[in-house]
């Protein structure tokens, strides 16, 4: 069965203090690593996939890394409106049935205070 | 563009009513999402449309009732939910269900449903 955990739980940021979230994964066999970012009472908004280790990603502030067993979320110089709920899923290569489905991290509630 | 629509945004209903929920995209997406989501959780599969068949039942209780009518649309039918089922509900597609570089599932903004 495939797991995802994801830490810390929750971090709290000075605005311009870099960090980083960090999911690490099992799953049988990896077809694709997402990363969402979720705002209160919205949809998950989706940042990133990568599929192979050592594979890298990046987008304004932030910096997708992935490797056999984590995938790390850089965050440069937050600024406080990268405060959100990030997300990390797995898609899993455990056959037909497992086609499509998702297995979600808890998530990492990051909040930046200017 | 990557948008996923769905209505209405809000839905409040009692426990003996029938509404639907709805959900569109117009990416030529072949797969189509329904989650659930209760607060501070994840969200939680529920049914995955491939071609606009069924292909997984997350073991969804008979009173959720989906409806893929074409490749741009997808339904979800309510009837006699519990207050437990008050939630956030979201809608996704992706390209394909396999397929490298096609699996990334895109989310629309959700609704959120109560139940009295």
């Known amino acids: ?114 | 563009d990557t948008e996923v629509t769905q209505t209405p945004k809000h839905l409040v209903m009692g426990m003996t009513n029938k509404k639907s929920l709805k959900c569109e995209q117009h990416m030529g997406h072949r797969a189509m999402y329904w989650y659930k989501q209760k607060a501070k959780k994840p969200p939680e599969l529920m049914f995955v449309y491939s071609y606009e068949k069924l292909s997984i039942n997350e073991s969804v209780p008979s009173r959720f009732s989906p409806e893929c009518p074409n490749s741009s649309l997808l339904n979800l039918h309510l009837h006699a939910l519990q207050p437990e089922d008050s939630a956030l509900y979201l809608c996704a597609s992706s390209q394909d269900i396999a397929g490298a570089g096609q699996e990334t599932q895109y989310f629309g903004p959700g609704t959120r449903l109560l139940v009295l």
Do not use: M
């Not at chain 1, 971090?11 to 694709?32: A, D, K």
């Not at chain 1, 910096?63 to 406080?80: G, N």
């Open chain 1, 1 to 114: 069965e495939d797991q995802v955990t994801q830490s810390p739980e929750a971090l709290r940021l000075q605005e311009g203090e870099s960090s980083s979230l960090n999911c690490s994964y099992t799953v049988s066999g990896l077809r694709g690593l997402f990363w969402y970012r979720q705002d209160p009472g919205k949809g998950p908004e989706f940042l990133f996939t990568l599929y192979s280790a050592g594979e890298e990603k990046e987008k304004e502030r932030l910096k997708a890394t992935l490797t056999k067993k984590e995938s790390f979320l850089h965050i440069t110089a937050p600024k406080p409106e990268d405060s959100a709920t990030y997300l990390c899923a797995v898609q899993g290569n455990a056959g037909g049935t497992s086609y499509g489905k998702l297995t979600f991290g808890q998530g990492t509630i990051l909040t930046v205070h200017p």
